[in-house]
């Protein structure tokens, strides 16, 4: 590396470490992955997923970018106000973890990332585990720095896929709660058959990543379920590790404040739950519309194909999840606001 180079990295570096800098896309750069900044100010986070507000502030002003080494992302500095997570939500997908999001980003005292793609790049990255842990809190720093008065509180949603990297979660946020959301499976596989999700093309995520056989047929309502289900054994997996705690979409938007919060140690105010309520009856993903329950149009979707995936990929893990969610309360954390 020349004189002029190192100056640059090192001067991208400074600024990146001023308040309202966020992480915003990670991509491959000469033969390293390279971490572009965007300057959020003082913008909360309110869109569906983290990023819409990136594309957002990128729309706003293009030409304002930092470009750093993802690994110098390690050295981002503690001195800058940024909180540790308060609970991490782990999803099978279609399954009403956007609707928490948008639900908890109704507050104010809450910091809200959603499938934050830096994430995902560093939970994916080839690196050596001591270094990912360490990589993966920096960049939770990063996203989690103070930038409005009154936030108290930073809730992280995960990608559907990264259950199967619990453990890593665990090593990087040995005291943070989380929550696995979870749905009745062949309604989850109807939305995914309609849409499907990046966690079900073969291209986008490994098979491997779920401990799939990568040979293997990787498409079709087969591999959905097979996918869903490896998602799912993962976090019941996980659970006897502790921590954790199964909501089943059927009890949202409630549950939120019944049961999600105090297992994250908050007591939300009465004006908080309203808000939370009043955003609930929105459709999570298009905000401006109003929700439309779904429950039976999806039943009527469901194929013969899918109850048979189901049946051979998901019932048995899906009963787990059931047992786990009706056996075990939420430990009682003390409530902090």
């Not at 842990?133 to 995960?158: H, P, S, W």
């Not at 298009?286 to 009527?300: C, H, M, S």
Request: glycine share 8%.
């Amino acid at each position: 590396m020349d004189g002029a180079t190192r100056s640059k990295q090192t001067a991208a570096a400074s600024a990146a470490r001023q308040l309202g800098w966020l992480p915003a896309r990670v991509r491959a750069e000469g033969g390293a992955l390279a971490l572009d900044w965007r300057h959020f100010g003082a913008k909360r986070l309110t869109e569906p997923f983290y990023e819409d507000s990136a594309a957002a502030i990128q729309a706003g002003d293009p030409d304002r970018l930092i470009t750093t080494p993802l690994t110098d992302t390690a050295a981002w500095p503690a001195r800058l106000p940024s909180l540790e997570p308060s609970g991490l939500i782990f999803h099978m997908s279609r399954c009403g973890s956007t609707l928490i999001t948008q639900m908890l980003a109704a507050c104010d005292a809450n910091l809200v990332v959603s499938e934050a793609g830096p994430i995902d790049a560093v939970v994916r990255a080839d690196l050596a585990p001591a270094q990912r842990i360490a990589l993966l809190r920096a960049m939770a720093g990063a996203l989690g720095q103070v930038r409005n008065a009154g936030e108290t509180r930073y809730f992280i949603k995960l990608d559907s896929w990264h259950a199967c990297a619990l453990p890593l979660f665990r090593a990087a946020f040995p005291a943070t709660p989380w929550v696995f959301i979870y749905r009745d499976p062949a309604a989850v596989m109807v939305s995914h058959t309609g849409r499907v999700g990046a966690q079900l093309v073969s291209d986008l995520v490994s098979p491997a990543f779920y401990g799939l056989d990568p040979g293997g047929q990787t498409w079709g309502v087969d591999y959905y379920a097979r996918v869903l289900g490896a998602i799912c054994a993962a976090a019941a997996r996980e659970y006897a590790g502790g921590g954790g705690l199964m909501v089943n979409y059927s009890e949202l938007p409630r549950a939120l404040w019944t049961r999600i919060l105090p297992h994250f140690g908050v007591a939300p105010s009465a004006p908080e739950v309203q808000r939370m309520a009043a955003a609930a009856r929105f459709d999570a993903k298009a905000p401006g519309r109003r929700f439309e329950p779904d429950v039976a149009a999806k039943r009527l979707a469901t194929t013969a194909a899918i109850e048979y995936a189901v049946e051979r990929s998901l019932a048995e893990v899906y009963g787990r999840l059931e047992a786990l969610r009706s056996a075990v309360q939420s430990p009682a954390r003390r409530p902090r606001r």
